[in-house]
């Protein structure tokens, strides 16, 4: 492929460089925030070297090379266009101030989850693993020593970091809201102390009272354990506290000041207030999508086995982690992260239905790699670079997440971590390896199948033209 050529043909169909107010590019996708839309050639830039689809999201013109192509074409892209090379935040910014409330919000949400992933991943994959090993052992199909060290360091490292979650969450959402990082962590570790009762054995004991505000009322001493939103708006808090000290505290002082009053008020508000009435929230939330999905005959897993990829196109899934983490904190599994590989793994077979169809070698060389993609849980290469751009494609997906996120209602299909979709999801379905494959198998199948169908090649090409 040649970079450059690609390079050229993007600046050339974007209205130049002086129409490009930032640009920057994430694992697959090159991200650029447009001054004037209006200049953009989206036909020439989906037919640019190497390009494999084109699509706006949260204030951004997002154009698919794939996974170890977008940085080279990137690099030469920022030489062409003759622009410094933006950071990743700076085009966050630039798109933010275009982008709706709800969309930042979400966004946001994303920006806190993406770094924290290779931790949580890790962890739930050897969760995964540990889980598959004591079921061996147990039922004879496996004999080692379950007192040795291996066995005994490797099931104290596969809980860590759902055990230390909020301070994950609370460092990462500091920086995000531009606050002291370290201070963010202090916070997320007031919030599980240990002379705060374990949230997970409330159940077992009488919750110790505190009265807060001069006796004004009482506050469980809980930790927050496994919780997502109670930390994002402490955090939150915090930060909005430590940014106005700064501007009123004089220099000499700051040092010891700010930190002090923003840990101890943000702190004294989060176990009197945030905690409790945000606790109940989220509860709230995991206790509704847990009523969706356990809808008889699995009618609410269908549906949103089904609408996930939708949810895809307009961003809004960055706040599925939030789920996934409730649902491991309160059932140990997460049910919603096997509807998610359905429907992804859905977009792959729908994809890989127009690669096998169609006579257009370009179509067939974006699609056939972009189905592999999609299989491994990355899925914006087959949604935005075949499957929307034909519509049908995309369809026959959505029918095969649906039927595929049914069949794991109906087997009760959870998985020990999140992070991961597609085949290496099966890392963190060892539990119940079998009915993971044979969901995969049926959203492939179902989505091939509808594709074949009632895509037509000939159609889409008079469409096109």
Known sequence: MDYQKAARQVLENVGGASNIVSAAHCATRLRLVIADNSLVNKAALENAEGAKGVFEAQGQLQIIFGTGVVNKVYDAFTQAAGISEATK?????????????????????????VPIIPAIVASGFLMGIMEALNFMVNNGFLNIDTSGSLYVFAKLFSNTAYTFLPILIAFSAAKVFGGNQF???????????????????????VETMQPVFGGLYSVPLVGYQGHVIPVIIAVWLMCQIEKRLHKVVPAMIDL????????????????????PIFTSIENGIIGGVQWLLTLPFGIGS?????LYAITVVTGIHHMYTIIDLG???????????????????GQGGAALAVALKTRDAKVKSMALPSALSACMGITEPAIFGVNLRFMTPFVGGLAGGACGALYAS???????????TGIFGLLLHLHMPLQYLLMMAISVGVSFAVTWIFWKPEQAAKEEA
Do not use: C
């Open 256 to 275: 010891f000041v700010t930190p002090l009053v923003s840990v101890f008020v943000t702190g004294y508000l989060t176990l009197a207030v945030i905690g």
């Open 302 to 306: 269908f549906l949103m086995g089904g």
């Open 183 to 205: 201070l963010g962590a202090v916070i997320g570790m007031i919030m599980i102390h240990p002379d705060l009762q374990n949230a997970w054995t409330v159940a077992n004991g």
């Open 327 to 345: 649902q491991l904190t309160r059932y140990g599994y997460t049910y919603w992260l096997p509807l998610a590989s359905a429907a992804n793994v």
């Open 410 to 420: 109906l087997v009760g299909l959870g998985a020990t971590g999140t992070g991961v």
């Open 89 to 113: 935040e700076e085009v966050k910014q630039a798109a933010a101030a275009r982008a709706p409330w709800y969309q930042r919000a979400i966004k946001t949400l994303g920006d806190i989850f």
